[in-house]
C-alpha cells in the first residue's frame, strides 16, 4: 500500500503541473477499491479519466470494466499511470495495455503531458513496435533514392514487408523502426497518443445495487440516454444523451447521510473538470436540506415518483 501511495503523489504532482484542471476522487477512501483516482484536464482542454497504481497486472478486472465503461460512455480517454506491469518496470515512452486500457509510466506520462513529442512504442503481446508515417517514409526513401530493397536489406527484413510499412498495414519492431530512422529520419516514426480516443464500451457493467436504482437506468435509457451503472467510485449512473453528460449520485437504502455527503463532494469534483451535470436522488427531505448547500447540483426526490426529464435537466429543477 506504501509503494502504491508514492505512486500515487508522483503522478498527482505531474499532473498538477501539466494540467489545467486536476480533481482527486478519494471515495471510496480505500485507493485499491476505486475504479477512478483522478479526473483531469489537458492543456488541450481534454478530459482523461485516470486510475493510478503500483503495478497494473495486479489491478482487479472489476476496477478495469468500472474505468472503461465510465469513459466509453462519457465519452473520454481513460488510462492507467502505474511503475510496473506483472513485476516488470514500465519501460519509458511506452504505451502497454491492460484491459483495453492504456497503460504507461509516469516518466511517459510527463513526456505526453509537457508536449515532448508523444510515445514512440507500444506493447503487441511480448514484443514493442513503433508506428510508421507511410507516407513519410516513402517521401524520405524517394528523395534519398532508395529502393523498397535497399531498405529492407538495411533493416533487416523482406522488400514485401517494408512495402507493408509504407501501405500502413503493418508496424515494425522496436530494433527495426530505430533502423528505419536511422537511414530515413525520424519523422517516419509516428508519434503514439495513448488519449487520442476513449476506449471501446464494454458489453457488461456491474450489477445495480437496488431496484431502484436500476428502475431509474431503464427509464433514461427509454429517453434515449445511453447509461452507465458504477460501484467503485462516486458516481452511480452516468447518463449521456446528446451533447449532454450527466453524473448520478444515488442515495442507497440504510446509506448513512455522512456517506452520501462524501460521495456527492466527490461528484461535484468530478462533474466540475469533466464538464457534467451533477444530480443527486435522495431518499428524505432531510437529505434534501443537506445537499441543497454543497453547490451547484440538481436534487431530486426519489420518495416520490422520479421523472427521467428532472433528471436529465430537460424541465427547470424543483428543489423545494
Not at 519501460?91 to 486500457?101: D, K, S
Not at 517521401?139 to 512495402?163: C, N, P, Q, T, W
Not at 452516468?238 to 446509506?255: D, G, L, P
Amino acid at each position: 500500500m506504501a509503494r502504491v501511495k508514492e505512486v500515487f503523489y508522483k503522478a498527482l504532482a505531474v499532473l498538477y503541473r501539466y494540467c489545467d484542471e486536476v480533481a482527486v476522487i478519494d471515495y471510496p477512501d480505500k485507493i485499491e477499491r476505486r475504479s477512478v483516482d483522478v479526473v483531469a484536464r489537458t492543456r488541450d482542454g481534454r478530459v482523461m479519466l485516470l486510475k493510478i497504481t503500483d503495478d497494473a497486472s495486479e489491478l482487479p478486472r472489476s476496477e478495469l470494466l468500472e474505468l472503461k465503461g465510465l469513459a466509453a460512455t462519457l465519452g473520454f480517454p481513460a488510462g492507467i499511470v502505474a511503475e510496473r506491469m506483472g513485476g516488470r518496470e514500465l519501460a519509458p515512452y511506452v504505451a502497454y495495455e491492460r484491459g483495453g486500457i492504456p497503460v504507461i509510466s509516469i516518466e511517459s506520462l510527463e513526456e505526453y503531458l509537457r508536449g515532448g513529442g508523444g510515445l514512440y512504442a507500444y506493447q503487441a503481446r511480448d514484443t514493442l513496435r513503433a508506428r510508421i508515417d507511410g507516407d513519410a517514409m516513402r517521401r524520405a526513401r524517394e528523395s534519398l533514392g532508395l529502393s523498397l530493397g535497399d531498405v529492407a536489406s538495411f533493416i533487416g527484413v523482406s522488400r514485401k514487408m517494408v512495402y507493408e510499412y509504407e501501405r500502413g498495414v503493418a508496424d515494425p519492431t522496436l530494433d527495426k523502426a530505430e533502423k528505419l530512422a536511422r537511414l530515413l529520419g525520424e519523422e517516419v516514426i509516428e508519434p503514439i497518443d495513448p488519449f487520442k480516443e476513449p476506449p471501446e464500451e464494454p458489453a457488461g457493467q456491474p450489477p445495480y445495487d437496488e431496484r431502484g436504482e436500476e428502475r431509474l437506468a431503464r427509464i433514461l435509457e427509454e429517453r434515449g440516454a445511453r447509461v452507465f451503472h458504477a460501484k467503485k467510485t462516486a458516481v452511480d449512473l452516468t447518463a449521456v444523451k446528446r451533447e449532454s453528460r450527466i453524473v448520478i449520485a444515488y442515495h442507497h437504502k440504510r446509506e448513512p447521510l455522512s456517506r452520501l455527503l462524501d460521495r456527492v463532494d466527490n461528484l461535484l469534483r468530478f462533474s466540475r473538470v469533466a464538464g457534467s451535470r451533477p444530480v443527486a436522488v435522495v431518499e428524505s427531505r432531510s437529505a434534501e436540506r443537506e445537499l441543497m448547500g454543497m453547490g451547484d447540483i440538481r436534487v431530486v426526490r426519489r420518495d416520490r415518483r422520479v421523472r427521467p426529464d428532472e433528471v436529465l435537466g430537460e424541465e427547470a429543477p424543483n428543489n423545494g
